[in-house]
């Protein structure tokens, strides 16, 4: 598979960007058929609303399947248009005009048009919405009709990945004035329709005929999603052939199926994280000589051989991953017990007990992690008492809700996208409660850097905030996971597979096909 290949929006000097739309590769050899998935991170609360979507099996079910956003990143993370065909940006990337595709409706028969962008966009700033793309189109001052095809959007500032935040699997497009019908039916305009759907168990779509992806996308004739979250139960469907493809194999049994002539294994690095949130606004992690004191006191390598078997790379404290263009080269934060000791003294503690909850659910081999993390504080002085959460309720429940946490995040293409999802001040997913009252510098360099359209002068903002994120922020990365996942021979894949979510950035139910 290919390495993750950025494709820039606006280079430096270039006072507009015009963008279009393209399609994927050339038809494959073979269409029809059935696929059928095994796939965690399924929960009885799943529901086509997609403001709740925060795992694979409804990312994959809505935008990789039912449902169109206005932009796609594509398996080489360059961005093609879905239902946008064309974009234009302002000189100083604050006014976005982009056109949209026309003929498609959907699959109740509504076509669609600028009022369902408009309509879709702001359900995420309803009062009281969690939504995690709140913080992108919060980012939106203004939403303008300019015809049925057409919309003029306005920024509060200027951000010249815009587009790329249009990709962002919460920002599914219902048809206008009839979306509580929608999220209760899975009425969208993608390739497939919702033939059958239990949450948490399992999902059935079949394929839309005339859909304006012919020949480029969507080659089987139904699709099968089963909700499997126990990865030995994936792995066992997969080698009986319940299954075809599965989501999300243990390292720990990456090794057997590789060797299985009949299966595929893919290893894919990207920007997927595993770790551990401190809330920074809450005690004791309102400390910074706490926060630093953990920060020297978790074996980073030990987790990286124990648990991901080699299968990634070790972080430093930051969401940005390698595959993100302006990665800063930092050094992760050393293994040092003294040095964590010294911090605790400065914070005028000689030994401390914290609870970290954890669970399966949170990343495949969060117990073993935290059980490593925990083995090598306490040479620290620093006891990690672990508290064994239910896996059903940990996204909706645990994380986020807790001082201490096991995390993980897929990352994404761009630095604003992750960070403002992740690390902007009051954002409904800043898991470490990262804020003004942390770091008015970090914010103020958020905005700023969203504004700068030069390259260097990007780069230098992006390494300062990675910089204080390392020394001072919340957030544990103690590594970067490379996606693992497996299919058998009777299934296709393009040579290249995304690597922005799992399993083909979600959408391999459009992209893959019948061997």
């Excluded at 494709?7 to 015009?18: E, G, N, P, S």
């Excluded at 329709?193 to 304006?212: D, K, L, Q």
């Excluded at 080659?219 to 990865?231: K, L, S, T, V």
């Excluded at 597979?497 to 019948?514: P, S």
Aim: charged letters at 20%; aromatic letters at 8%.
């Amino acid at each position: 598979m290919s390495g993750f290949k950025r494709r820039r929006l606006i280079q430096t000097a270039l006072a507009a960007a015009v963008l279009g739309a393209s399609g994927v590769a050339a038809a494959p050899a073979r269409s029809g058929g059935t696929l059928r998935a095994g796939l965690g991170g399924a929960h009885p609360s799943d529901s086509w609303d997609a403001r709740t979507h925060s795992d694979l099996f409804m990312i994959a079910a809505a935008q990789g399947a039912v449902f169109d956003t206005l932009t796609e990143v594509a398996a080489d993370g360059s961005l093609r248009g879905e239902l946008a065909t064309g974009w234009e940006a302002s000189a100083d990337a604050r006014v976005w005009t982009v056109t949209l595709r026309e003929g498609v409706r959907f699959h109740d028969g509504t076509p669609f048009a600028a009022r369902d962008v408009i309509a879709s966009l702001n359900l995420h700033l309803e009062p009281g919405t969690a939504s995690g793309a709140r913080p992108l189109v919060e980012t939106i001052a203004r939403m303008e009709r300019l015809s049925d095809h057409r919309l003029r959007f306005t920024l509060a500032e200027g951000n010249a990945d815009f587009p790329y935040l249009l990709a962002d699997y919460h920002l599914l497009i219902y048809p206008a004035g009839q979306i509580d019908a929608a999220i209760a039916q899975g009425i969208g305009t993608g390739l497939y329709r919702v033939e059958s759907f239990e949450p948490g168990r399992r999902f059935i779509g079949r394929r839309v005929a005339g859909h304006y992806k012919d020949g480029q996308a969507g080659w089987f004739d139904q699709i099968e999603f089963h909700a499997m979250n126990d990865g030995a139960a994936r792995v066992a469907a997969l080698r009986s052939g319940q299954v075809d493809t599965i989501s999300r194999v243990a390292p720990q049994r990456a090794a057997r199926l590789q060797a299985e002539p009949s299966l595929r294994l893919q290893d894919i690095p990207g920007n997927q994280y595993y770790g551990f949130a401190m809330q920074t606004g809450a005690a004791p992690f309102d400390a910074l000589q706490i926060r630093q004191a953990l920060k020297h006191a978790i074996d980073r390598q030990a987790i990286l051989d124990q648990v991901l078997l080699g299968h990634g790379r070790i972080g430093a404290d930051s969401p940005l991953g390698p595959a993100n263009q302006y990665t800063a080269d930092l050094a992760a934060p050393a293994y040092d017990p003294d040095r964590a000791r010294h911090h605790l003294r400065q914070a005028g503690l000689s030994r401390l007990t914290l609870p970290l909850s954890v669970s399966e659910a949170a990343f495949e081999g969060a117990p073993e992690a935290a059980a490593l993390f925990a083995e090598s504080a306490r040479a620290a002085g620093i006891e990690i008492a672990l508290v064994a959460e239910p896996g059903e309720a940990y996204w909706s429940e645990v994380w986020g809700n807790r001082p201490f946490s096991a995390c993980a995040w897929s990352g994404r293409v761009t630095e604003d996208w992750m960070l403002s999802t992740q690390m902007r001040d009051g954002a409904p997913w800043n898991d470490t409660q990262w804020g003004m009252a942390q770091s008015p510098r970090f914010q103020s360099l958020l905005l700023e850097a969203r504004a700068a359209l030069d390259s260097a002068r990007r780069r230098a903002l992006y390494g300062e905030m990675q910089q204080i994120l390392r020394d001072e922020g919340g957030l544990l990365v103690p590594v970067f996971a490379n996606h693992l996942q497996a299919h058998s021979d009777r299934v296709a894949t393009p040579r290249d597979v995304g690597n922005l979510w799992a399993m083909d950035n979600a959408r391999f139910a459009e992209r893959w096909w019948r061997a």
